[in-house]
């Protein structure tokens, strides 16, 4: 027999459920007594799962876009870990045997890790081909200073020359370049091979990116 003081009664039948809830809600603004939370929307009495719409990641917007340029942050992180497996194969900077191919003192060739490599001296810029594959940074140093031995060049005053540490600088934000840019950048190819010039000279990767991209 229906009971009209139970307003339960009515809702007994599963199906029923939800709308007695709202009823109950709207009835019963503060549900059982006691309750210090009033229910004000059947959706708490509702069990389905978040629409799939609340659940999507958001859109990428412009500052992550930003975020995953290179910065002075993650050249540095790449440069430790290339130091850290990389093995110095030089005691001196004889070691390479680096010699003139040709009478005029333009091309090289030096020997690294019984790896053959060449290397390329015009006025004031020495350029090292597949440089990229040569990331110890004490060898590196005693590589440019062969290579000065033969033909120091001008700084980026064009007064001073440049030393052995600060070309190997230059080095490996060239190598850093060659590990971070994307493998169908031009830029990347060209990083394979450093140019020590003054113009870098002293440049991180990133100023050298950011100059590159303005030009």
Request: glycine letters at 4%; one cysteine or more.
């Amino acid at each position: 027999m229906h009971d009209a003081r139970n307003p339960w009664h009515s809702c007994s039948k599963r199906g029923l459920a939800t709308a007695c809830a709202l009823f109950l809600a709207l009835q019963f603004p503060c549900g059982l007594a006691g309750c210090s939370h009033p229910i004000t929307s059947v959706e708490s009495f509702d069990d389905k799962p978040a629409s799939s719409a609340s659940q999507q990641e958001p859109e990428p917007t412009e500052s992550d876009h930003l975020e995953s340029q290179p910065t002075e942050s993650t050249q540095s992180e790449t440069q430790s870990e290339g130091q850290e497996q990389s093995t110095s194969l030089l005691t001196s900077s004889a070691d390479i045997g680096l010699h003139a191919l040709d009478d005029e003192g333009q091309y090289y060739a030096f020997t690294y890790g019984n790896e053959a490599f060449d290397a390329y001296y015009e006025p004031d810029t020495w350029k090292v081909y597949d440089s990229y594959k040569i990331t110890n940074h004490d060898d590196i140093v005693l590589i440019c200073q062969a290579l000065l031995d033969e033909h120091p060049i001008h700084g980026s005053d064009m007064e001073s020359f440049r030393d052995a540490q600060d070309m190997a600088y230059e080095w490996q934000q060239h190598n850093i370049a060659f590990e971070l840019l994307p493998v169908d950048s031009s830029w990347r190819e060209s990083a394979q091979s450093v140019d020590l010039d003054p113009d870098d000279q002293g440049k991180s990767f990133a100023e050298m990116y950011a100059s590159r991209r303005n030009t």
